[in-house]
Protein backbone atom coordinates (compact mmCIF):
# COMPACT_ATOMS: atom_id res chain seq x y z
CA UNK A 1 0.00 0.00 0.00
CA UNK A 2 0.91 3.58 -0.96
CA UNK A 3 0.99 6.35 1.58
CA UNK A 4 0.51 9.99 0.01
CA UNK A 5 1.08 12.80 1.90
CA UNK A 6 0.36 16.54 0.57
CA UNK A 7 0.32 19.43 3.07
CA UNK A 8 -0.87 22.15 1.71
CA UNK A 9 -0.87 25.95 2.93
CA UNK A 10 -4.15 25.39 5.13
CA UNK A 11 -4.31 21.44 5.51
CA UNK A 12 -2.01 18.39 5.88
CA UNK A 13 -4.14 15.46 3.45
CA UNK A 14 -3.18 11.86 3.71
CA UNK A 15 -4.39 9.11 1.73
CA UNK A 16 -3.51 5.28 1.35
CA UNK A 17 -4.00 3.87 -2.40
CA UNK A 18 -3.53 0.50 -3.01
CA UNK A 19 -3.25 -0.81 -6.27
CA UNK A 20 -4.09 2.23 -7.44
CA UNK A 21 -7.21 2.59 -6.07
CA UNK A 22 -7.50 5.23 -2.85
CA UNK A 23 -9.03 3.07 0.15
CA UNK A 24 -8.75 5.93 2.39
CA UNK A 25 -8.23 9.67 3.10
CA UNK A 26 -8.38 12.27 6.32
CA UNK A 27 -7.23 15.92 6.44
CA UNK A 28 -5.92 17.69 9.22
CA UNK A 29 -5.73 21.53 9.83
CA UNK A 30 -2.30 20.94 11.62
CA UNK A 31 0.83 18.46 12.01
CA UNK A 32 -0.47 15.98 15.20
CA UNK A 33 1.14 12.67 15.65
CA UNK A 34 -1.10 10.46 17.55
CA UNK A 35 -3.97 11.18 14.96
CA UNK A 36 -1.91 10.17 12.01
CA UNK A 37 -0.89 7.07 13.95
CA UNK A 38 -4.46 6.28 14.72
CA UNK A 39 -5.24 6.71 10.86
CA UNK A 40 -2.86 4.59 9.42
CA UNK A 41 -3.05 2.03 12.34
CA UNK A 42 -4.58 -0.55 9.69
CA UNK A 43 -2.52 0.00 6.93
CA UNK A 44 0.07 -2.09 6.06
CA UNK A 45 2.29 0.68 3.82
CA UNK A 46 5.09 -0.02 1.49
CA UNK A 47 5.79 3.30 0.13
CA UNK A 48 5.48 6.92 0.95
CA UNK A 49 5.74 10.40 -1.02
CA UNK A 50 6.22 13.52 0.82
CA UNK A 51 5.25 16.57 -0.87
CA UNK A 52 5.01 20.24 1.20
CA UNK A 53 4.63 23.64 0.32
CA UNK A 54 5.18 24.49 4.19
CA UNK A 55 8.70 25.77 5.35
CA UNK A 56 8.91 23.90 8.27
CA UNK A 57 8.60 19.67 7.83
CA UNK A 58 11.63 17.98 10.00
CA UNK A 59 8.88 16.54 12.26
CA UNK A 60 6.46 15.00 9.96
CA UNK A 61 8.97 14.06 7.48
CA UNK A 62 11.41 12.07 10.43
CA UNK A 63 8.26 10.19 11.40
CA UNK A 64 7.03 9.05 8.07
CA UNK A 65 10.85 8.08 7.14
CA UNK A 66 11.39 5.80 10.09
CA UNK A 67 8.26 3.82 9.33
CA UNK A 68 7.48 3.40 6.22
CA UNK A 69 10.51 1.12 4.45
CA UNK A 70 10.44 3.24 0.94
CA UNK A 71 10.46 7.01 1.55
CA UNK A 72 10.27 9.79 -0.99
CA UNK A 73 10.19 13.10 -0.75
CA UNK A 74 8.85 15.35 -3.43
CA UNK A 75 11.25 17.74 -4.83
CA UNK A 76 11.85 19.66 -8.31
CA UNK A 77 14.85 16.77 -8.76
CA UNK A 78 11.95 13.64 -8.71
CA UNK A 79 11.67 12.02 -11.55
CA UNK A 80 8.21 12.26 -13.34
CA UNK A 81 6.23 10.91 -15.96
CA UNK A 82 5.98 13.81 -18.10
CA UNK A 83 8.29 16.49 -19.06
CA UNK A 84 9.12 20.36 -17.83
CA UNK A 85 9.00 22.97 -19.90
CA UNK A 86 9.22 25.43 -17.04
CA UNK A 87 12.09 28.16 -17.36
CA UNK A 88 12.76 27.45 -13.56
CA UNK A 89 11.54 24.21 -12.42
CA UNK A 90 12.83 25.05 -9.27
CA UNK A 91 10.34 27.71 -8.39
CA UNK A 92 7.39 25.36 -9.47
CA UNK A 93 4.89 24.91 -6.69
CA UNK A 94 4.90 20.82 -6.38
CA UNK A 95 0.90 20.69 -6.33
CA UNK A 96 1.02 22.21 -9.96
CA UNK A 97 2.97 19.38 -11.11
CA UNK A 98 1.01 16.86 -9.09
CA UNK A 99 -1.91 18.59 -10.46
CA UNK A 100 -1.10 17.75 -14.20
CA UNK A 101 0.38 14.55 -13.55
CA UNK A 102 -3.23 13.37 -12.05
CA UNK A 103 -4.67 14.77 -14.93
CA UNK A 104 -2.64 13.08 -17.33
CA UNK A 105 -3.37 10.00 -15.74
CA UNK A 106 -7.41 10.23 -15.57
CA UNK A 107 -7.46 11.26 -19.84
CA UNK A 108 -4.03 10.43 -20.74
CA UNK A 109 -2.93 11.89 -24.69
CA UNK A 110 -4.81 14.91 -24.56
CA UNK A 111 -4.10 18.29 -23.47
CA UNK A 112 -5.15 18.94 -20.01
CA UNK A 113 -6.23 22.53 -18.09
CA UNK A 114 -5.83 21.75 -14.03
CA UNK A 115 -7.42 24.80 -12.53
CA UNK A 116 -6.84 24.31 -8.39
CA UNK A 117 -8.85 26.95 -6.65
CA UNK A 118 -7.19 26.68 -3.23
CA UNK A 119 -5.42 29.55 -1.15
CA UNK A 120 -4.35 30.75 -4.26
CA UNK A 121 -6.26 29.98 -8.13
CA UNK A 122 -3.67 28.19 -10.32
CA UNK A 123 -3.83 27.45 -13.88
CA UNK A 124 -1.71 24.88 -15.57
CA UNK A 125 -1.19 23.27 -18.65
CA UNK A 126 -0.17 20.00 -19.96
CA UNK A 127 -0.06 18.85 -23.81
CA UNK A 128 -1.29 16.00 -25.26
CA UNK A 129 2.05 14.54 -25.43
CA UNK A 130 2.97 14.94 -21.46
CA UNK A 131 5.01 18.59 -21.47
CA UNK A 132 4.04 21.18 -19.06
CA UNK A 133 4.16 24.30 -21.18
CA UNK A 134 3.51 26.20 -18.17
CA UNK A 135 0.69 28.03 -16.03
CA UNK A 136 -0.52 31.15 -14.04
CA UNK A 137 -0.90 32.55 -10.46
CA UNK A 138 -3.60 34.35 -9.33
CA UNK A 139 -5.28 35.14 -5.90
CA UNK A 140 -7.77 32.85 -4.59
CA UNK A 141 -11.21 33.28 -3.31
CA UNK A 142 -10.50 34.19 0.80
CA UNK A 143 -6.79 36.20 -0.56
CA UNK A 144 -9.27 38.32 -2.12
CA UNK A 145 -12.41 38.54 0.08
CA UNK A 146 -9.66 39.52 2.96
CA UNK A 147 -7.55 42.18 0.57
CA UNK A 148 -11.02 44.47 0.00
CA UNK A 149 -11.45 44.63 3.25
CA UNK A 150 -7.59 44.97 4.52
CA UNK A 151 -6.78 47.67 1.85
CA UNK A 152 -9.69 50.02 1.92
CA UNK A 153 -11.09 52.13 4.75
CA UNK A 154 -14.98 50.70 4.86
CA UNK A 155 -15.25 47.46 3.28
CA UNK A 156 -16.17 44.82 5.70
CA UNK A 157 -14.85 41.34 5.66
CA UNK A 158 -17.67 39.27 4.29
CA UNK A 159 -17.89 35.61 3.90
CA UNK A 160 -17.71 33.08 0.94
CA UNK A 161 -20.99 31.94 2.24
CA UNK A 162 -24.36 33.40 0.97
CA UNK A 163 -26.11 35.01 -1.77
CA UNK A 164 -24.12 35.24 -5.20
CA UNK A 165 -26.58 37.48 -7.23
CA UNK A 166 -25.53 38.73 -10.59
CA UNK A 167 -25.60 42.26 -9.09
CA UNK A 168 -25.02 43.12 -5.32
CA UNK A 169 -28.06 44.58 -3.86
CA UNK A 170 -25.86 45.75 -0.93
CA UNK A 171 -22.49 45.89 0.36
CA UNK A 172 -22.22 42.30 1.48
CA UNK A 173 -23.67 40.57 -1.61
CA UNK A 174 -21.63 43.33 -4.06
CA UNK A 175 -17.99 41.54 -2.68
CA UNK A 176 -19.64 38.40 -2.57
CA UNK A 177 -20.39 38.59 -6.15
CA UNK A 178 -17.53 40.28 -7.61
CA UNK A 179 -15.32 38.20 -6.11
CA UNK A 180 -16.69 34.44 -7.02
CA UNK A 181 -18.46 35.99 -9.88
CA UNK A 182 -14.88 37.66 -10.90
CA UNK A 183 -12.86 34.04 -10.38
CA UNK A 184 -15.71 32.26 -12.39
CA UNK A 185 -15.27 34.93 -15.31
CA UNK A 186 -11.58 34.43 -15.14
CA UNK A 187 -11.63 30.65 -15.34
CA UNK A 188 -14.27 30.73 -18.30
CA UNK A 189 -11.80 33.09 -19.74
CA UNK A 190 -8.92 30.42 -19.58
CA UNK A 191 -10.90 27.87 -20.59
CA UNK A 192 -11.92 29.80 -23.60
CA UNK A 193 -8.65 31.33 -24.86
CA UNK A 194 -6.66 28.00 -24.15
CA UNK A 195 -9.11 25.57 -26.13
CA UNK A 196 -8.43 27.84 -28.89
CA UNK A 197 -4.52 26.92 -28.88
CA UNK A 198 -4.90 23.68 -27.42
CA UNK A 199 -7.73 22.12 -29.58
CA UNK A 200 -9.30 19.11 -27.18
CA UNK A 201 -8.44 20.51 -24.36
CA UNK A 202 -10.03 18.76 -21.02
CA UNK A 203 -10.48 20.83 -18.19
CA UNK A 204 -9.99 19.92 -14.18
CA UNK A 205 -10.96 21.86 -11.67
CA UNK A 206 -9.82 20.63 -7.88
CA UNK A 207 -8.90 22.49 -4.86
CA UNK A 208 -10.99 23.50 -1.59
CA UNK A 209 -13.12 25.96 -3.08
CA UNK A 210 -14.25 23.89 -6.57
CA UNK A 211 -17.38 22.55 -5.70
CA UNK A 212 -18.54 26.33 -5.17
CA UNK A 213 -17.12 27.62 -8.56
CA UNK A 214 -17.99 24.63 -10.23
CA UNK A 215 -21.82 25.17 -10.91
CA UNK A 216 -21.42 28.75 -11.93
CA UNK A 217 -19.09 27.82 -14.83
CA UNK A 218 -20.33 28.04 -18.63
CA UNK A 219 -17.64 25.53 -19.45
CA UNK A 220 -18.21 21.73 -19.16
CA UNK A 221 -15.13 20.51 -16.90
CA UNK A 222 -14.46 17.52 -14.17
CA UNK A 223 -14.22 18.41 -10.72
CA UNK A 224 -11.83 16.45 -8.88
CA UNK A 225 -11.00 17.09 -5.66
CA UNK A 226 -7.92 15.02 -5.40
CA UNK A 227 -6.36 14.85 -8.50
CA UNK A 228 -3.50 16.39 -6.83
CA UNK A 229 -3.45 13.40 -4.43
CA UNK A 230 -3.66 11.08 -7.61
CA UNK A 231 -0.86 12.72 -9.21
CA UNK A 232 1.43 12.17 -6.72
CA UNK A 233 0.56 8.12 -6.31
CA UNK A 234 1.79 8.35 -9.99
CA UNK A 235 4.54 10.05 -9.40
CA UNK A 236 5.69 7.60 -5.67
CA UNK A 237 5.61 5.09 -8.72
CA UNK A 238 8.63 6.75 -10.41
CA UNK A 239 11.07 7.53 -7.69
CA UNK A 240 10.13 4.27 -5.22
CA UNK A 241 10.42 1.23 -7.40
CA UNK A 242 7.01 0.58 -6.06
CA UNK A 243 4.92 -2.12 -8.16
CA UNK A 244 1.56 -1.04 -9.99
Not at 38 to 44: C, G, V
Not at 76 to 90: H, K, M
Not at 220 to 242: A, W
Amino acid sequence: MNLIIDRGNTTIKLAVFDAGRMEAFASFDRWEEREVTEFLADYPLDACIYSSVACQDDEPVSFFRHRIPRFHRFSSESRLPVQIGYRTPETLGLDRIAGVVGAAGEKPGVPVLVVDAGTAVTYDVLTGDGLFVGGNIAPGLQMRLQALHSFTARLPRVSAEGEVPLLGYDTETAIRAGVVQGICHEIDGYVRELSGKYPGLLVFLTGGDAFLFAERLKTPIFVDKNIVIKGLNRILYCNCNVKK
